[in-house]
């Protein structure tokens, strides 16, 4: 089975964790990078810019795919929480990639609440068979270790059956 983790990460707690997961079972990788710097580098604002982007729908372009989604069977996906929905460069994703019949696995990394972000993804991706879904709060902030070792141990449980 070919597997493939595809994430976004602004602060890097997603990326950590797309790494472990794809780490633990052996999956390709692929980054969601868009073009153009979506919000301030530091400070309040970036919250503000961010999540403004994300409750208008915003759709940044992203850079080219390195990776063929449709080559894969099982379908890792990971986004920072942003306003309580998955971050902009996800619904870019979403509206550029069509999955469909795959196995999908989804995954949040937040500072407060996943709040309805995994069933917000559920509905955009209808049409595949869904294998699970975790979130995690800031692990690069919290407990970098034991973090890793929950998305490695979740990751080879959805890879084995």
């Given at each position: ?33 868009p ?12 919250y ?22 449709a ?12 306003a ?78």
């Amino acid at each position: 089975m070919k597997i493939l983790v595809i994430y976004y990460s602004l602060d890097g707690n997603t990326k950590f964790i797309s790494e472990k997961i794809a780490e633990s079972i052996g999956a390709d990788i692929l980054e969601l990078k868009p073009k153009k710097e979506l919000v301030p580098a530091s400070g309040f604002l970036r919250y503000f810019w961010g999540g403004r982007q994300a409750i208008m729908g915003g759709k940044p372009e992203l850079e080219s795919l390195e990776k063929n989604c449709a080559d894969y069977d099982l379908v890792f996906l990971g986004t920072p929480v942003w306003a309580l929905k998955y971050a902009p460069p996800v619904n870019t994703f979403f509206s550029n990639v069509k999955l469909e019949n795959k196995k999908i696995a989804l995954f949040c990394c937040h500072g407060g609440a996943p709040g309805g972000t995994l069933n917000k993804m559920k509905k955009r991706l209808a049409g595949n068979e869904f294998v699970g879904a975790i979130d995690f709060r800031e692990p690069l902030k919290h407990d970098k270790e034991a973090e890793a070792k929950r998305a490695a141990e979740w990751a080879r449980g959805i890879a084995m059956n």
